[in-house]
């Protein structure tokens, strides 16, 4: 069935770049995206890429996509303490338009 | 801006209690969702549905039921709580089309006793 795969946390120091990996198994997935939840909230869309970009730049952040490995990243750059968040990479699949999610990654800025 | 608004932050009842959780979404949104979340396992579907007395299942909606009689309201039924069923409890919806983006609420922790 539709997987999705995240490591489960990440360590920054304030002002360098973070990249956040995930890897999926639907080969006919046709949206991918970022979500981010902050503390005591709910999930906050961030980025969303269509299966046929490579990728996608929005402000700090860069979203690529590796679909022959079936691979997806979040770069933020110039990570700032607001940035700790749990980020949830979902994918949305092509038979079922359902949304898959990850099972989230928790970074930590230090100051 | 969207809000998804859901009734309780937390709630505390005992093993067997039927407990109601609601959501309600601002902005005529089709599509509703419920997800439970738990550390390690992620996000999970438990129902949803893209009209108004229309129910679909999700991949865990076994101890579940869910209500949609108003477009904006979508509620979400433990007939009989059970202590696997604490969790945190994530209402969301959508409009539909391509990029399917989500809107969600701000959950309600679940604890059963």
């Known amino acids: 069935g539709e997987d999705v795969e995240q490591s489960l946390f990440l360590s920054v120091r304030e002002g360098d770049s973070s990249v956040i990996n995930c890897t999926y198994t639907d080969s006919s997935s046709t949206y991918l995206y970022w979500y981010k939840q902050e503390p005591g909230a709910g999930l906050q869309l961030l980025t969303y890429i269509f299966s046929n970009m490579d990728m996608k730049q929005d402000q700090r952040l860069t979203v690529l996509l590796n679909k022959k490995d079936k691979h997806l990243s979040l770069r933020i750059a110039d990570t700032q303490t607001g940035d700790s968040a749990i980020y949830f990479c979902a994918e949305r699949g092509g038979a079922t338009n359902k949304l898959i999610f990850g099972t989230g990654t928790l970074l930590a800025v230090q100051p | 801006d969207v809000k998804v608004t859901q009734s309780s932050r937390y709630l505390v009842k005992r093993t067997g209690e039927k407990v109601f959780l609601e959501c309600v979404q601002d902005?005529?949104?089709?599509?509703m969702f419920w997800y439970r979340q738990d550390p390690g396992l992620g996000l999970r579907l438990i129902y949803f549905?893209?009209?108004?007395?229309?129910?679909e299942k999700g991949d865990i909606p076994e101890g579940y039921s869910v209500s949609r009689e108003k477009k904006e309201r979508f509620s979400l039924i433990l007939e009989s709580a059970s202590t696997n069923q604490t969790s945190m409890y994530l209402c969301?919806?959508?409009?539909?089309?391509?990029?399917?983006?989500?809107?969600f609420g701000s959950g309600t922790q679940l604890s059963v006793l």
């Open positions: 902005m005529d949104h089709e599509n």
């Open positions: 969301a919806s959508s409009q539909g089309g391509g990029a399917e983006k989500l809107f």
């Open positions: 549905s893209y009209d108004v007395k229309m129910k």
